[in-house]
């Protein structure tokens, strides 16, 4: 793996900058990058500022609304206050969305000051940096997840380097544990591996987050006080190489490094995750990631000697010798997963607010 320079170079990161240093370097992202400039994130921002403002006056609008409706009185006035009501929740709920979602999209607004710092910082680490944002390219290491949105994109070079962003989850599958919303560094491992995570115990909450969570009944207790820091999950049956994996030097790099961060393996790829945006401009957040890379690398090389025994099978090439696939068996490819908390809370809501609506319209 292709690792950050020891020691990380944050110099450009706190330096001052002019203005007319952060308009020349603007001028040459978006030369080379058009899609800089955002404009579908701007329209984005105000439709979804212009939701999030509406959210205060629609619900003092239906609050006199349904005031008025009580003090007139009347035969159906049950009837109407609860359509009202239904109604009233239904638009609550899409302005509370909107407002978390212009939130975290106006985060990802183009400031040339901190392309400027991000770009020489990336230069100065022998890195390459695209504003974004940029879509799901096949070679993409969260490709599966679903259609993707990257933000602030750095890498460092070769086949196997190592990838920084900030990302969105603009459709999710339904085997996507990553947040919508955060950062991430991904690297590439030199064999794939089961699907295993570790749900860091000190990262921030997700009480209310809709991507999947996996089920339960996946947990490996993990020896020591490892437990107190990590959640390990790993699929049924692989907990032996779970284990050999993350073996007690492995943890207590993690616990010493990668404290705050969620750790999963997909395929060849191990993540660094986040739910809070991974890519800044601050230096103790390069130099903290910096630490989590080196403290990995040498024991994601010795991964390489892992074999699954359940899918090696013995392939005989035309005019060569037998050889064997190395590859994950089905069962070890992808952790069980089911709807999480939000998804459930979005949908039970819209499922009792039409019940209720279609109850009070037949209400005699």
């Given at each position: ?12 990161l ?6 007319r240093?952060?308009r ?123 259609a ?10 070769g ?19 990553s ?8 690297m ?43 959640r ?6 692989y ?15 993690l ?16 993540y ?26 040498d ?43 939000g ?13 209720a ?8």
């Amino acid at each position: 793996m292709q690792a950050l320079r020891t020691p990380i170079d944050t110099t450009a990161l706190t330096e001052p900058v002019r203005r007319r240093d952060a308009r020349r370097t603007w001028k040459a992202l978006v030369a080379e990058h058009p899609e800089a400039r955002d404009l579908v994130g701007l329209v984005r921002r105000i439709v979804l500022g212009a939701g999030a403002l509406c959210l205060p006056i629609g619900l003092l609008a239906f609050t006199l609304v349904i005031t008025a409706t009580v003090a007139e009185g009347g035969e159906d006035v049950a009837t109407a206050v609860l359509v009202q009501s239904v109604i009233g929740a239904f638009l609550g709920l899409a302005g509370v969305l909107c407002t978390w979602a212009w939130i975290r999209v106006r985060r990802r607004r183009p400031r040339k000051r901190v392309h400027h710092r991000l770009a020489r910082f990336a230069a100065a680490n022998g890195m390459t940096y695209s504003p974004g944002p940029t879509g799901t390219r096949r070679d993409a290491p969260l490709r599966r997840r679903g259609a993707l949105n990257c933000y602030w994109v750095l890498r460092t070079p070769g086949p196997r380097g190592l990838e920084f962003a900030n990302h969105e989850l603009v459709r999710s599958t339904m085997t996507n544990t990553s947040p919508a919303f955060g950062g991430y560094c991904a690297m590439r491992l030199p064999v794939a591996l089961p699907n295993i995570l570790l749900r860091s115990e000190e990262g921030p909450r997700r009480p209310l987050h809709t991507s999947s969570v996996v089920r339960g009944s996946q947990v490996l207790s993990l020896e020591g006080d490892f437990d107190r820091y990590f959640r390990l999950y790993c699929p049924a049956g692989y907990e032996r190489d779970a284990l050999y994996l993350f073996t007690p030097d492995v943890m207590a790099r993690l616990v010493d490094h990668v404290r705050g961060l969620d750790v999963e393996i997909v395929d060849d790829w191990m993540y660094l995750i986040s739910a809070r945006d991974l890519i800044t401009d601050r230096p103790e957040r390069w130099e903290a990631l910096a630490a989590a890379v080196d403290a990995l690398d040498d024991r994601v090389e010795r991964w390489a000697r892992w074999r699954d025994e359940r899918s090696e099978a013995a392939v005989s090439a035309d005019d060569g010798p037998v050889v064997r696939v190395r590859e994950v068996a089905k069962p070890g490819r992808r952790l069980r997963t089911t709807w999480g908390a939000g998804t459930v809370l979005i949908v039970g809501t819209v499922t009792l607010g039409f019940v209720a609506l279609i109850v009070a319209i037949n209400l005699p």
